[in-house]
């Protein structure tokens, strides 16, 4: 029983001195829980839905955000990767009968290879360049899928693929909690040396190399990493909806994610994620006003990118989180001297 | 000895009509450290970038310690042992200063030759140290002034823990005391005894300078360039009694 309560104590005092110093910290923790409780608010099925949804397109735009936010290289492509995950679990499911859990990792996988196909091109193209030829690579998948109608479903897509679990609660679960993890490794693989070096390929690639970095290595591993991540996202969807189509592959798609990612402020992995969270929703829930929403969306949008150039996310945390000019450790923007040097803050 | 460390032989560079290194060929030994100067375009810049790859040369070889680099990737040439910094630096601007040279340190090289120190920021903070800019380690680079962003191009290079340091104006931008005290670090860079080789030599160098009192301070010899062409090639002193050397220098308006 002591025990116990020292360990609770001792778990108090982290929440305290670790968690409740920072805003952005204690935002995490009501976002996982949020996250993790929310059935135990609502068992409404549309809803249910569409926050599964939100975490499906969380796991998408954050994998956006490390290719092109960290690495810069630009894809205008990116549902590619979605579509080529989406359609190859669903393939592998309907006709040879695999369980998601082999066919969604599967499916990513074809993604990783459909990212090196993409990757190659972007060894030698820079910026506009790429992301217009990125652009086509999706166009051309839709191509093979109208070619080879009796075996990809053609326009109609596939239906009848495996549910992910019996009930929508616990699909839900599965999902949001795989949200989690996968954006937290995300975010751990940018805050790596890894990191470090994909920022340095965005900042000058030529100083990379010159530094003794064979960039050409890391810039696939970009690629194979953000493929990999949407094509986890595009398998769930599949085993989700249960039906997959050309729309996964859609031009809007590429578009939404880059949308996402700047808006809620792109090389942060967390900005991406809020940003879906804050505007699938309220899309999805707005649906009573369908003629204006779209609109509506887009002067929002608009808005936050003419008054916060680096995302509402980050902007948000600048607002309420300072650095301090002595020790670079983040403190509440109220605080008159440091939580740990005591350095003025002033 | 087989082999000499550094041979450089033939090597051209053509910019449309522009030759901008032509058929450059010299050696050096392990022990030198060369001082590289000519008046301003002459294509010194342009050597050291044929020499690391960041350009591909017409035609022209270079061979470090026993192997061909001309043809090479930078990153090869520099886990080889030969780095070169940049003339117009070209720092990671949004990342903190520390960072900038954990990217050099990551490198292959720079690991495995530095297994003995636990930490990659450690030893980026040795190389920030020795370049005298570790006070600001945390800060972006986007803040340095002139002088520091060359400081943070020598703590870059030599993190890379090079056989063969290429500097490319070390000392432009620096005022006369903090060049000296560069100059200092640079000659005791060059004797060894720090940045993981407690137990050998410091790496040899090419340095293209043009303040010239401090450059003969420190090099052992001198290689003039002009218009592209290597004119003259010897000791400090021989270099400044040269004729040609003068005309070249002359004949742009002096230095
Ligand atoms: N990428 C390029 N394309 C075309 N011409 C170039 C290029 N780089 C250099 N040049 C030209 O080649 C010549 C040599 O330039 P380089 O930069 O090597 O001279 P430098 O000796 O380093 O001069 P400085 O002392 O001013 O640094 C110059 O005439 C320059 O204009
Ligand atoms: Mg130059």
């Not at chain 1, 290289?73 to 309907?94: C, D, R």
């Not at chain 2, 910094?85 to 903190?96: A, H, K, W």
């Amino acid at each position: 029983m002591k025990l116990i309560l020292f360990y609770l104590r001792k778990l108090l005092a982290v929440v305290r001195n670790e968690v409740l110093v920072l805003p952005s910290r204690v935002a995490v923790i009501i976002f996982f829980l949020f996250i993790l409780l929310l059935p135990s608010f609502t068992d409404d099925v549309y809803i249910l839905r569409v926050f599964t949804l939100t975490c499906i397109f969380a796991i998408f735009a954050a994998s956006w955000d490390l290719l092109c936010g960290f690495t810069g290289q630009l894809n205008f492509g990116h549902a590619l990767f979605f579509g080529v995950g989406a359609y190859s679990a669903a393939l592998m499911n309907i006709h040879w009968q695999l369980a998601p859990w082999f066919s969604i990792p599967l499916g990513a996988l074809v993604a990783v290879a459909a990212g090196l196909t993409v990757g190659i091109p972007a060894l030698r193209l820079k910026g506009t360049y790429l992301a217009l030829t990125t652009m086509a690579f999706p166009i051309i998948v839709i191509g093979l899928i109208f070619t080879f109608p009796g075996f990809t479903g053609g326009e109609l897509g596939i239906s009848g693929i495996q549910k992910l679990a019996p009930t929508r609660i616990e699909e839900y679960y599965v999902i949001s909690i795989l949200m989690l993890v996968l954006c937290t490794i995300m975010w751990k693989i940018t805050d790596s040396n890894t990191g470090i070096i994909f920022h340095a390929i965005r900042e000058d690639e030529i100083a990379v190399r010159a530094s003794g970095v064979n960039t050409t290595r890391y810039k696939l591993l970009a690629f194979c990493l953000s493929g990999f991540f949407a094509g986890l996202a595009g398998g769930l969807y599949a085993h989700f909806m249960r039906i997959v189509g050309p729309s996964t592959l859609d031009v809007s798609l590429s578009f939404q994610v880059v949308i996402w990612s700047i808006f809620g402020g792109a090389a942060t992995i967390y900005g991406p994620v809020a940003a879906v969270f804050f505007l699938y929703p309220t899309l999805e829930l707005f649906h009573l006003i369908q003629d204006y929403r779209t609109i509506v969306f887009a002067i929002v949008v608009l808005l936050v990118l003419i008054f916060m150039p680096d995302g509402l996310f980050r902007w948000l945390r600048e607002k309420v989180e300072e650095e301090c000019p002595r020790c670079k450790v983040r403190n509440v923007a109220w605080r008159k001297t440091c939580r740990v040097c005591t350095a003025s803050l002033e | 000895m087989s082999q000499s460390f550094l041979e450089v032989k033939g090597l051209t560079k053509k910019f449309g009509g522009l030759t901008a290194v032509n058929d450059a060929t010299f050696s050096m030994e392990r022990h030198q450290i060369i001082g590289l100067i000519g008046p301003n375009g002459a294509g010194k810049t342009t050597l050291l970038r044929l020499m690391t790859g960041i350009l591909k040369p017409d035609s022209g070889s270079v061979r470090f310690m026993g192997q061909e680099m001309a043809g090479k990737n930078t990153w090869d040439i520099v886990n080889k042992g030969m780095v070169s910094t940049f003339q117009n630096m070209r720092p990671f601007r949004r990342l903190p200063i520390i960072a900038n040279v954990m990217v050099a340190c990551l490198c292959p090289r720079a690991l495995k030759r530095g297994e003995w120190v636990k930490k990659i920021e450690a030893k980026a903070m040795d190389a920030l140290e020795f370049a005298g800019i570790s006070d600001m380690a945390k800060e972006n680079a986007s803040i340095l002034s002139q002088g520091d962003l060359k400081r943070l191009e020598v703590a870059r290079a030599i993190a890379t823990e090079p056989e063969l340091l290429l500097l490319d104006e070390p000392f432009g931008g620096l005022s006369p005391a903090e060049t000296d005290l560069m100059a200092k670090s640079i000659k005791r860079l060059h004797k060894g005894g720090r940045f993981g080789r407690l137990h050998s030599e410091g790496p040899a160098m090419i340095i293209v300078e043009h303040k010239l009192h401090w450059l003969m301070m420190i090099a052992t010899r001198i290689i003039v360039l002009s218009f592209g062409t290597i004119i003259a090639d010897g000791t400090p002193d021989e270099i400044i009694k040269n004729p040609t050397v003068i005309e070249a220098y002359l004949g742009q308006g002096g230095n």
